[in-house]
């Protein structure tokens, strides 16, 4: 079997199913550890069922966690669906100061939040995101936005809603702030200097 191809398949990359028989044998590259494991995560995890949510969380801690932590975490949140089960995770990784169980923790963290957030209210993940969001120091500062711009819907109603240059003040972000205080409750004085 052809992995890149099922992965193009599970991805909607190109037309056609994924069988059962590929999902399997993607699951089986996952128990071996070897083989292209980032391409067995994806297919697993659009493909995949609940059920293997132990698998994947296999690469959460194991020795390849640096390479394939925040794949695992963005497969079982983000394609497998399961991103209301992983909240203490998401909220250990956003409110982290750096890393923590992996290479790319935190951010993954933040980049799944907008997920979790779709599906439930959490004022102290949005506040957190917003706080991030509002430190121009933090490096993760445009993930933040990005999972902001999401949560709030508001990619099309904003100039720039991918920050696509650095370069230009962020216009945007008066907006983006106060729309998740008016949104979510959190009190606008907490982040005036982006009020506008």
Known sequence: MEI???RDR?????????????VEFAREILR???????????????CGAPADAQLIETYLH???KDVY???????LCRYLGLVVWYRDLIVKFVFADDDTDFYGSRLA?????????????????????????CDLQDKERDAARYALVETLGLRSVIADP??????????DAPRIVEEACRQFGLSLGD???FSA
């Open 4 to 6: 890149n191809s099922i």
């Open 10 to 22: 599970a991805q909607g990359v190109t037309d056609g199913p994924v069988s059962e028989a590929e």
């Open 32 to 46: 071996s550890q070897t083989g292209n494991i980032g391409d067995a995560l994806y297919i697993v995890g659009y």
């Open 62 to 64: 194991n020795e390849e």
């Open 69 to 75: 932590g925040d794949l695992a975490l963005k497969a």
């Open 109 to 133: 963290g933040i980049q799944v939040a907008s997920d979790y957030l779709k599906k439930r209210r959490d004022s102290l993940i949005t506040g957190k995101l917003v706080s991030i969001f």
């Open 162 to 171: 991918f920050r696509l240059s650095d370069d230009v003040p962020d216009e």
């Open 191 to 193: 982040h005036a200097a």
